[in-house]
């Protein structure tokens, strides 16, 4: 996805900041050299960075900046000219010290996210990747380049469900790649694996179920129900008895209200894997919504006993006791969801619900004013796949090391 000038070797990165330095360092001989003022030290680096030319920039900029270590601008070209260059330690380096000059512009922390990318930190990438997009990156390909390896990302932390929401974005606005696809099919499929590791990673046979299957849910994502339905169909018919597929034919069915099919594929997809919890919960939800309160209930407490530190499996056995009129239990279960996951804020509103049928008036108040709280954040996620700039924003300087 990323367009790259071609790359320089970080060996003759090093030669020319040698070289530039010692140009500006050491007088010629014979006779005394005026040196250059900082404003036509950034002059001439500016000028080097609009010819295009990416070893006399570098030069340029390696002088202007160390007249000037906090031009902003000169970081900004500097860090970009060693990113592109492959030269991702002292990209690291540079974003990071522009990131606390300047920490309420998105795209330096995005550049420091892209650089944690390709050092492979993925857990850094994703975090300073949320806070660039979160607070606005300023043009369309660095908002796209971003946000595809935020998703990445996801995919190699095994949070599947999270990359696929950020996938879909490029779903809804019609942007399709091979590597999109790809990423679709991992995440669909729950492999933390990167769509550039395909190749060397799988068979031909698994390749082809994950470019079938990405495009399967891109078409879901894209809201193109009848091609996501042929697409799907063939994924079942030549994949059947892999982990995952019987369950993302029940998550469209779903969505296009075949409620009773959905409910068929969640079974079978149970058959492929008897101890799956996603596909567990949602045949309970089903169950719940034509008021089968007792099989529900029996699928989510078997849900519970599988992954009882999952925050969902809780709240599903005290949703469906909310609905059964089993107030105090609904309690119960709804407050070991909140410990276990404090910022959902569905959680949130279901326990305030079971709180006031407890006559708690105060603590349904209490959840109630975190659910506001909570759903704003809730939303910014679901709709832009972002958390709020709130977050990241302090009235103190950033205190974190990027």
């Known amino acids: 996805m990323r367009a790259r000038r071609p790359p320089i070797a970080a060996r003759r990165c090093l030669l020319a900041v040698i070289a530039s330095l010692a140009a500006f360092t050491a007088a010629s001989p014979g006779h005394a050299a005026t040196p250059p003022t900082p404003a036509q030290l950034k002059h001439a680096a500016t000028q080097a960075v609009a010819a295009g030319k990416a070893a006399p920039a570098m030069r340029a900029l390696t002088a202007a900046l160390r007249a000037n270590p906090n031009w902003k601008e000169g970081l900004w070209d500097f860090g970009t000219l060693l990113y592109e260059a ?51 990156l300023p043009n369309a390909n660095l908002q796209a380049v971003a946000l595809y390896d935020e998703a990445q990302d996801l995919l190699m932390l095994e949070q599947f469900p999270q990359a696929r929401h950020l996938l879909r974005g490029f779903a809804l606005n019609h942007r399709t790649s091979p590597g999109i696809v790809q990423a679709f099919g991992l995440a669909a499929l729950h492999l933390p694996i990167l769509p550039a590791q395909l190749s060397r ?33 063939a994924v079942v018919h030549a994949f059947p008895r892999v982990p995952y597929v019987q369950y993302d034919d029940g ?16 079974q079978r997809e149970l058959q492929v894997q008897p ?36 925050f969902a499996t809780h709240y599903m056995v005290g949703y469906i006791a909310f609905r059964q009129g089993h107030f105090a239990e609904a309690a119960r279960q709804l407050s070991r969801a909140k410990a276990l996951a404090p910022e959902n804020s569905q959680v949130r509103y279901t326990l305030a619900q ?33 958390l709020p700039a709130s977050v990241y924003l302090h009235s103190q300087p950033h205190s974190g090391t990027p």
């Open 86 to 136: 492959h030269d991702v330690p002292n990209a690291l380096r540079v974003f990071a010290h522009l990131t606390q000059l300047d920490p309420k512009h998105g795209a330096p922390w995005a550049m420091l996210g892209l650089c944690d990318f390709e050092a492979r930190d993925f857990s850094r990438s994703l975090k300073h990747l949320q806070e660039g997009r979160s607070l606005g």
């Open 201 to 233: 990673v799988l068979s031909a046979r698994r390749r082809r179920l994950v470019d079938a299957m990405g495009l399967a849910v891109y078409q879901m994502e894209a809201r193109k129900p009848l091609a996501a339905e042929k697409a799907m169909a």
């Open 275 to 310: 101890r799956n919890v996603p596909a567990r919960l949602q045949l309970a939800a089903l169950r719940a919504q034509s008021t089968q309160y007792a099989q529900a209930m029996s699928l989510a407490r078997q849900a519970l006993r599988l992954q009882a530190d999952n």
């Open 354 to 386: 079971a709180d006031l049928r407890l006559h708690r008036e105060k603590a349904a108040l209490r959840e109630e004013r975190a659910f506001h709280r909570l759903e704003q954040l809730t939303s910014s996620f679901r709709n832009k796949g972002v």
């Open 251 to 266: 998550i469209l069915l779903i969505r296009t209200s075949h409620l009773h099919a959905a409910a068929m594929a969640f």
